[in-house]
């Protein structure tokens, strides 16, 4: 009886609740950057967007090989942050907006 009350109390000490498996996502570490450049060519020519905060020139913005049919879209804001551990990023178009969060997982994405 002793030996089985012991491999209960065991058992009992070594089981996990449903708040322990839960899986515990990391806080998003955004930084301060000058740029975000993503490009996918999945579809058609492709498609290629340039976030560059304000006073940045686009010729100071490392971007990815897009052909001539691919589709360049410039978006300059106020305010541009990226995550490295989930590729997101965030932009302020002025700086009374709230942030705009975008994820770059699927694309080629550069930043600086």
Known sequence: ???YLL???LLVSCSTSDDDVTANPQTPTYKNVNYVTITN???G???QFVYLKSGISESSA???YCD???SKEIIVVSDLQFDQQSLNFRFKKSPSDNYTT???IDWCTRFQ
């Open 41 to 43: 060519e999945n579809t």
């Open 68 to 70: 001539a049919s691919c």
């Open 62 to 64: 490392d971007i990815c």
């Open 1 to 3: 009886m002793k030996r």
């Open 7 to 9: 491999l209960s109390i």
């Open 102 to 104: 975008r994820s770059s």
């Open 45 to 47: 020519g492709g498609s």
